[in-house]
């Protein structure tokens, strides 16, 4: 199984980045996707989830009205598009898989990525 998260890079306050994990090695499409983040000294937060038909998706508050997840299932993709970005959404990204459907606990998930970096610069 592998994730593979991309699509970081440093940006300015206000700008838009769109984030990719391609995953193969297992059935995609039977399987929920969530997106977590990590900034320096703190802990791994839940950032959005979508089920494995796209039929319901999860935000944090924090990034509601911001963010879109959304799936590929014919590509093995999901996104994730930020809008508006604020300094405070710089962290490294993850993605990961969970059976069905996404949530917003770590615990729950089976397969993770390895992080993109977004920074955002004020």
């Known amino acids: 199984v592998q994730l593979q998260a991309s699509g970081g890079g440093l940006v300015q306050a206000g700008d838009s980045l769109r984030l990719s994990c391609t995953a193969s090695?297992?059935?995609?499409?039977?399987?929920?996707m969530g997106w977590f983040r990590q900034a320096p000294g703190k802990e791994r937060e839940f950032v959005a989830a979508?089920?494995?038909?796209?039929?319901?998706?999860l935000y944090a508050d924090s990034v509601k009205a911001r963010f879109t997840i959304s799936r590929d299932n014919a590509k093995n993709r999901v996104y994730l598009q930020m809008n508006s970005l604020k300094p405070e959404d710089t962290a490294v990204y993850y993605c990961a898989a969970r059976n069905v459907y996404g949530s917003k606990l770590s615990r729950e998930y089976d397969y993770w990525g390895q992080g993109t970096q977004v920074t955002v610069s004020s």
């Open positions: 979508i089920s494995w038909n796209s039929g319901i998706t």
């Open positions: 090695g297992y059935t995609f499409s039977s399987y929920g």
